[in-house]
């Protein structure tokens, strides 16, 4: 890295602070518009909502940085997994503390009544709380603590939040029967998941030997 | 549409009545599409005139009615109901109609009839809805013969003082009002009297999630959501509690004798 070229460490310094700013937009004009009272009819319905769908689409942007990555043979992409990563943490944290706040009224003892009574809040919990160990471990002091192997596998956690994460949002449409969106980021998961299986098993080792990743 | 203010007992609560613009741009009408603005976007295409509604079954005196003779049927009155959405939502809205009770003596049912069945619109020309498979088209609904009969059982035929908006329902539809929302069909075309009870719509797609009564219950949960409180749309902020839903949306007192004797968590 010593020798790359001025051009691209400027791109280096500035691709981190400019997806930084570009994923706090979602948050920044959702405070505005909930401030402004331009969430519509239902406010709190489209705040924890919109939080959800936000925490899912980072989901899959965190999942999608090592496939672009690889095929794209874009190293530099490694620099933003991190960040994205944390940024699902974070909305799925507001999406979390929006039900909590906006539709449980922090009533924490009717919160824990209701998570395991419903089973769609149940996975959803399920996928936050493991994340939480993923959003702890992911400084870098973290990796060396840990060493890199188990810090791996560990953070191989996140493929069944993905699974969790998709049950949930199923769940939640089922009752009327309206999967169109949840079969488009089904898909995109399974894609992005289905690419590392195949890299796994079916890929010759060939497609393996030039790129140290997994 | 004018309206005499009803004097049935419990039909103009003193609440708070929506504002407009949300009662008209929020709505279930999923055959305009599941989203709340989809109606309010595509519903102009509906066609509302010429309109005839079918009454048959077990009757002694079937007939198609025009739209204008439902409307001369009896005398129009203003009544003011709480909606209560499955969805945990509601609203206050002034409607203006009639109790169904009149359609129901003009064609007077047989001894046998038990249920009545409301069969709504499903025009794949006008309703982009319909051609998605989210629900079984038509839109079926149902009441026993006497929820049908109950005073408070409404044929709307226009809200806050006119004709309905189509996102709403035009030309008429039910509103029953101590059921969720989605037990008040909009846009009906067919009037049916059975002895068995219908098979409703949302039952058919989740029998678990919506039964035949449907009758607002904060002690029966949904599966997936208490039923326990509701937001009052347009009014409640982000900010505000969650107020308790009453028994029966608040109409226990007329409508209670309906269901005595019946354990409410097995019909629900």
Not at chain 2, 129 to 152: I, K, Q
């Amino acid at each position: 890295m010593a020798a790359a070229p001025a051009r691209g460490r400027l791109f280096d310094r500035a691709l981190k602070p400019a997806v930084f700013l570009l994923s706090l937009g979602p948050f920044a004009y959702l405070f505005w518009a909930a401030v402004a009272n331009e969430l519509g009819p239902n406010p709190a319905e489209a705040l924890i909502r919109s939080l959800g769908e936000w925490a899912l689409r980072f989901l899959c942007l965190t999942l999608a940085v090592t496939p672009a990555r690889v095929m794209f043979n874009l190293p530099r992409l490694a620099l933003l997994r991190r960040m994205l990563g944390l940024f699902t943490y974070f909305y799925a944290l507001l999406h979390l503390l929006g039900y909590a706040a906006f539709d449980m009224g922090f009533d924490w003892g009717e919160i824990v009544r209701d998570i395991p009574k419903r089973p769609f809040i149940l996975v959803g919990f399920t996928a936050f709380v493991l994340l939480t160990p993923l959003a702890a471990t992911s400084f870098n002091r973290a990796i060396r603590m840990m060493g890199a192997r188990r810090w791996q596998q560990l953070h191989r956690l996140v493929y069944a939040v993905a699974g969790l994460v998709i049950l949930h949002f199923f769940w939640m449409r089922a009752g009327k029967n309206d999967f169109a969106d949840v079969a488009v980021y089904g898909a995109i998961l399974a894609c992005l998941l289905g690419w590392r299986v195949w890299r796994r098993f079916a890929a010759p080792r060939t497609a393996r030997r030039g790129v140290m990743s997994r | 549409l004018p309206g005499a203010r009803s004097t049935v007992e419990g039909a103009v609560t003193m609440e708070k009545v929506t504002p407009y613009q949300d009662a008209t741009t929020y709505n279930n009408f999923y055959e305009f599409g599941t989203d709340k603005d989809d109606p309010a976007r595509y519903a102009h295409t509906l066609v509302t005139q010429p309109w005839t509604v079918e009454v048959d079954g077990l009757v002694r005196k079937p007939g198609k009615f025009g739209l204008e003779d439902l409307l001369k049927l009896s005398a129009q009155e203003e009544r003011i109901y709480r909606l209560r959405c499955v969805e945990g939502w509601s609203m206050v809205i002034p409607w203006v109609g009639y109790s169904l009770s009149h359609l129901i003596d003009r064609v007077e049912p047989l001894g046998s009839a038990k249920y009545v069945e409301f069969v709504t619109l499903a025009d794949p020309k006008t309703m982009p809805g319909v051609r998605s498979r989210v629900l079984d088209w038509p839109y079926v609904e149902g009441l026993r013969l006497d929820e049908a009969r109950h005073p408070l059982t409404l044929l709307a035929f226009g809200m806050y003082g006119e004709v309905l908006p189509k996102q709403n329902g035009a030309p008429l539809r039910l509103v029953v009002p101590w059921k969720y929302g989605f037990k008040s069909g909009k846009s009906l075309v067919r009037i049916r009297f059975t002895e068995q009870e219908p098979r409703i719509a949302w039952n058919k797609a989740a029998a678990n999630e919506y039964g035949f009564y449907s009758n607002v219950n904060p002690n029966v949960d949904h599966p997936r959501w208490s039923q326990a409180t509701e937001r009052r749309i347009g009014e409640d902020g982000l900010f505000t509690k969650r107020r308790k839903t009453l028994m029966f949306n608040g109409y226990e007192a007329q409508v209670g004798q309906l269901y005595a004797g019946m354990d409410l968590r097995k019909f629900f």
